[in-house]
């Protein structure tokens, strides 16, 4: 045993910071976790959870009008908005105790407060220093909402999660993953939905047939979408607010959400003045290992702005202590890393978009189909999907494939695991497929669409 106090404090218990802790106090290492809100972090408290809970909540409502084409007859169909609040609620209080037990039965000591980092072995509580041989840093993020007149009207997710009561309207500003998830939740329970954003279609950096389908099937579903246009102020008018955007409109809404990114926790915790090497952005620069700049001290998650991810965080949570605490050395995996965004409908994707691919590969082939969910045949529902393969013709590798449509994240990870395997477009068509499903297209696609030089040529 050293002289420090700990052999490692970890700095948030998020996902990656109560992973590396859980296993490093199991490898046998003294760990104290320094939290100043509630065990679980983002994803269980702010995130991905309660995010999912309420896109479940608020499909129901369509699924019953769809259940009018099988013969169900749903009258009087209403929506509880606080019973959904607390009922969540109940859900994270569970969820938070679970988290609370995975740290105390791995023996790991738990602190209550703000940390911030006095040197490379010490961190300070209050007015409390501890010591320890590392200190392992994963405060996540926060989100940030740009400076505009009106600003401190705008609520953020955090919020969003927490409305007492459901607004009538609402705008979304952004066109990233939480702002399509949330415009997909309220519009879905009966909030007038605008989504305001600078790009011309949502999902900047996703597959363009991705972002395409996603942009027509939202706008299909009632949300009303304002590409190209950003507020230029929030004006609070009674217990309205007025936002007028840039092209000199006005959209007057009970509540207006920003979504238009998230900032590297890392504001006031002393890690330039001990030496961390930080990006512009406030980022903790580290290497393959999680290592930064100051070798005692680590970082993992989203304060490093690598993919922000909750399997990613907790990827680089358990390589870490792998590594320096079980003497197995592990690095995390960044490549073909499977994600989904819960819009309605829903996104699944992994590996290269069609522009990357073209960029890495060259030559390359793509299979892409369009289809309607069996489920809304007998239905007025008129949403579609798509489903995209994009194989490198070297090599007959699939090194991305996408799918928007109903269960792509769940259909997407069994795809991911294919990829990351590098299984050849062969082998995916020497697959039987299962059926009736929409997942069986992507082991029966044969059809390559024509090259953008062969199309530019036939037009
Ligand atoms: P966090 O989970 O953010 O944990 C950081 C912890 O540090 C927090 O508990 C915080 O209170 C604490 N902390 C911060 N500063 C200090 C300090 N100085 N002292 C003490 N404690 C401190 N990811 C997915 O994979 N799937 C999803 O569907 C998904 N949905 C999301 C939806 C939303 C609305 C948001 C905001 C995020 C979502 N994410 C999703 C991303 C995911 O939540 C994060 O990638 C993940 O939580 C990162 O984990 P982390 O350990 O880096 O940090």
């Not at 994803?43 to 995010?51: A, I, S």
């Not at 991705?210 to 304002?226: I, W, Y």
Request: hydrophobic share 40%; charged share 25%.
């Amino acid at each position: 045993m050293s002289d420090y106090d700990f052999d490692l404090i970890t700095i948030g218990a998020g996902s990656g910071g109560v992973r590396a802790s859980r296993l490093a106090a199991g490898f046998g290492a003294k760990v104290a976790v320094i939290e100043e809100e509630r065990e679980g972090g983002t994803c269980v408290l702010r995130g991905c959870v309660p995010k999912k809970l309420f896109v479940y909540g608020s499909h129901f409502g369509h699924d019953m009008q769809d259940g009018s084409g099988y013969g169900w007859s749903a009258d009087n169909v209403r929506h509880d908005w606080p019973a959904m609040i607390a009922a969540k609620e109940k859900e994270l209080d569970r969820l938070h105790g679970i988290y609370v037990s995975l740290l105390e039965n791995a023996g790991a000591t738990r602190i209550h407060g703000r940390g911030t980092v006095v040197d490379a072995h010490t961190v300070a509580v209050g007015d409390k220093h501890y010591t320890a041989e590392r200190i392992l840093i994963a405060v996540g993020g926060w989100p940030s909402v740009p400076v505009l007149p009106g600003a401190e009207h705008a609520i953020t997710s955090n919020e969003a999660l927490e409305l007492p009561k459901r607004p009538d309207r609402i705008v979304i500003v952004g066109s990233g993953f939480i702002a399509v998830e949330f415009a997909g939740i309220f519009n879905s329970f009966g909030s007038e939905t605008h989504l305001v954003y600078r790009a011309d279609k949502v999902m900047r950096g996703f597959d363009e047939d991705v972002r395409d389908t996603l942009t027509e099937e939202m706008s299909k579903k009632g949300m009303h979408l304002h590409p190209g246009t950003l507020p230029d102020r929030i004006e609070k008018v009674g217990d309205v607010y007025k936002v007028h955007l840039n092209d000199g409109s006005t959209l007057e809404v009970d509540e207006v959400m920003y979504a238009t990114g998230r900032h590297p926790n890392t504001k006031g915790l002393g890690l330039a003045e001990a030496g961390v090497e930080l990006t512009k952005g406030g980022a903790v620069v580290v290497n393959e290992w999680s290592q930064t700049s100051v070798p005692s001290i680590y970082a993992v998650g989203d304060v490093t702005d690598r993919i922000n991810l909750t399997p990613v965080a907790i990827a680089e949570g358990h390589s870490f202590a792998e590594t320096v605490f079980n003497n197995r050395p592990m690095q995390a995996d960044h490549r073909d890393v499977p994600s989904a965004v819960f819009s309605q409908p829903p996104i699944g994707t992994v590996g290269l978009t069609e522009a990357e691919a073209r960029d890495q590969y060259g030559e390359i082939d793509v299979y892409v189909a369009g289809f309607r969910p069996m489920k809304y045949t007998l239905t007025d529902n008129p949403e579609r999907g798509m489903q995209k393969l994009i194989v490198d013709r070297a090599s007959d590798r699939v090194i991305g494939a996408h799918m928007v449509g109903l269960d792509a994240p769940e259909i997407i990870q069994g795809l991911g695991i294919a990829i990351k395997a590098g299984a050849t477009k062969a082998e995916f068509d020497a697959t039987i497929g299962i059926h009736p499903t929409a997942a069986e297209e992507f082991v029966t696609m044969r059809t390559k669409r024509p090259d953008p030089q062969e199309r530019q040529a036939a037009e």
